[in-house]
């Protein structure tokens, strides 16, 4: 009976084992597809300049903005409506924007995209606006859509009485759909007989394992790493056949080397984001901060009673220097993430002190990361 116990407990102890290993290389394990792109396979960026009416008196200023009116005069000249010369405009309901949109690929004429409309005048709000038809040009200057709409404008704004409330940002906007494709941009996935595979993050080791793992799922020798980011496929030539196998390639799982220890330090906002990688050595940390207040005291001089002299205010300057108190604190060596975060909290630093702190660590060898400020 305690053989088959022991027995029947061993079974279980190795089903856990690699159940718990199972599980471990699933969540570690990513696919092609969010790790890798296909070359060729890109957005395109199209900007252009239109107008937004309708506004509710929240337009730009036309005496600060005179191509918003030059723009004006243009569109009702195309439309057969001329103006007296010398005729002075007052437009409180339009507003002069810029409008930008990406072109995703094999897009084809007739199908709808997302656009962002954004004032470039000194319009308060595009809030309720309209936007008039407005063509859409890539880099090489030619006409890929045409961009109309209503607004919708994720914020409010009201004032009055000297006083104003604005919440979230009035002057840009989106248009779901608000472009329709005109010109379709010429892309073919590879060209001959290979397409090209790139990660997004250069590794040798991760493009390694990307090799293998096409390799074992088609053929070997299909795949080839040209350089630690670039991994040559030699593709079917029929187009049906080609997408078929792409979309295998990119649905195939793959576990990338572990990520380089690295900490980033926003130095303007004092931001600082590490990775799980991150480890420290024994240290010791001391860090104080330096108060200095310069203060002015309001005195009045009273002269004696009469006396010819007049009553003046006097200033009195004082300058107050205050350095808190700092002790040596002793930072254990730690090798996980919590450890290092609860290390950190224990010196009671502020995120901009935390700057300091990390550099310093990193200069005395402490900080067992990649120290990038930005």
């Known amino acids: 009976m305690n053989a088959s116990m022991d027995s029947l407990r061993l079974i279980i102890l190795a089903v856990v084992v690699v159940m718990t290993g199972f599980s471990t290389n699933a969540f570690a394990s990513e696919r092609i597809k969010d790790i890798a792109t296909i070359a060729g396979v890109r957005d395109n960026q199209l900007v252009g300049y239109g107008i937004v009416i309708g506004l509710d008196g929240s337009g730009d200023q036309t005496t600060q903005t005179p191509f918003t009116v030059q723009s004006i005069i243009?569109?009702?000249?195309?439309?057969g409506v001329a103006l007296p010369p010398g005729t002075r405009l007052q437009l409180k309901n339009v507003a002069?924007?810029?409008?930008t949109a990406n072109l995703p690929p094999f897009a084809r004429p007739g199908q709808q995209i997302d656009v962002t409309v954004s004032s470039i005048g000194n319009a308060k709000s595009l809030r309720g606006g309209t936007l008039v038809m407005t063509p859409l040009k890539g880099a090489d200057g030619q006409v890929y859509a045409m961009a109309q709409g209503n607004m919708l404008v994720g914020g409010a704004g009201a004032a009055g009485g000297g006083a104003s409330?604005?919440?979230?940002?009035?002057?840009a906007g989106r248009i779901p759909g608000g472009a329709t494709v005109e010109r379709s941009?010429?892309?073919?996935?590879?060209?001959?007989?290979?397409?090209?595979?790139?990660?997004?993050?250069?590794?040798?080791?991760?493009?390694?394992r990307v090799v293998d793992v096409i390799n074992q799922a088609t053929a070997?020798?299909?795949?080839?790493?040209?350089?630690?980011?670039?991994?040559?496929?030699?593709?079917?030539?029929?187009?049906?056949?080609?997408?078929a196998f792409l979309g295998q390639i990119e649905n195939l799982t793959v576990t990338p080397e572990q990520q380089v220890?690295?900490?980033?330090?926003?130095?303007?906002?004092g931001s600082v984001v590490m990775n799980q990688r991150v480890s420290l050595q024994n240290v010791a940390v001391a860090h104080g901060n330096l108060t200095v207040t310069i203060g002015t005291n309001m005195g009045v001089s009273q002269p004696l009673p009469f006396s010819d002299?007049?009553?003046?205010?006097?200033?009195?300057?004082?300058?107050?220097?205050?350095?808190?108190?700092?002790?040596?604190?002793?930072?254990?060596?730690?090798?996980?993430?919590?450890?290092?975060?609860?290390?950190?909290?224990?010196?009671?630093?502020?995120?901009?002190?935390?700057?300091?702190?990390?550099?310093?660590?990193?200069?005395?060898?402490?900080?067992?990361?990649?120290?990038?400020?930005?």
Request: glycine share 8%; hydrophobic share 45%; net charge negative.
């Open 74 to 79: 243009n569109m009702l000249g195309n439309m």
């Open 96 to 99: 002069a924007v810029m409008v």
């Open 165 to 171: 409330q604005t919440i979230n940002h009035l002057a």
């Open 185 to 208: 941009v010429p892309s073919t996935v590879g060209q001959g007989d290979y397409v090209i595979v790139e990660l997004k993050d250069t590794d040798f080791g991760t493009a390694r």
């Open 220 to 243: 070997h020798g299909v795949a080839q790493a040209l350089d630690g980011r670039t991994i040559q496929v030699r593709a079917p030539l029929d187009s049906t056949d080609r997408v």
């Open 261 to 269: 220890a690295k900490v980033i330090v926003n130095s303007r906002t």
């Open 309 to 374: 002299g007049q009553t003046v205010i006097t200033q009195n300057g004082e300058v107050d220097i205050e350095q808190a108190e700092a002790s040596l604190i002793n930072i254990p060596a730690s090798a996980s993430l919590a450890d290092v975060v609860n290390a950190l909290n224990a010196i009671g630093a502020t995120p901009m002190d935390l700057v300091s702190i990390l550099q310093a660590m990193r200069a005395a060898g402490s900080l067992r990361a990649e120290l990038e400020v930005i």
